[in-house]
């Protein structure tokens, strides 16, 4: 079949929309896509928003996820619902504010939106 072919790594993945963006984000990575701005994690194959709680998702090098006052990761709190995410860092009580913290958040609530707008067609 022509279109497994194409989705390559991603056959064994259900949701199929899931499945055709993250091929096209390995695509769009490959030709100068910042990783970090991908709405689909290659790793656990799923939208970012739902593994981002992942301990592979804290880049301390980065500061992704990472609070660099308390020097210590930030969890994402993703409240499916009511369409929010948050974080806060459970040291100082913050929102960790970096571009990499922003970028990651922005990355999460456009993966929520376009989760669920596929999910209504
Ligand atoms: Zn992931
Ligand atoms: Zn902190």
Do not use: K
Request: charged content about 30%; some cysteine.
């Amino acid at each position: 079949m022509a279109s497994a072919q194409r989705m390559g790594r991603y056959v064994g993945v259900r949701d199929r929309r899931l499945a055709a963006r993250l091929s096209a984000e390995d695509r769009a990575e490959a030709r100068g896509l910042d990783p970090f701005d991908r709405l689909t994690c290659r790793t656990h194959r799923h939208w970012v928003h739902r593994c981002v709680s992942s301990a592979a998702h804290v880049v301390v090098v980065t500061g992704h996820r990472w609070c660099r006052d308390c020097e210590r990761p930030v969890p994402v709190v993703v409240d499916e619902l009511a369409g929010e995410i948050r974080m806060s860092c459970p040291s100082c009580g913050r929102f960790p504010d970096s571009p990499a913290n922003r970028q990651l958040l922005r990355a999460c609530r456009r993966s929520l939106a376009v989760a669920r707008a596929a999910r209504n067609f």
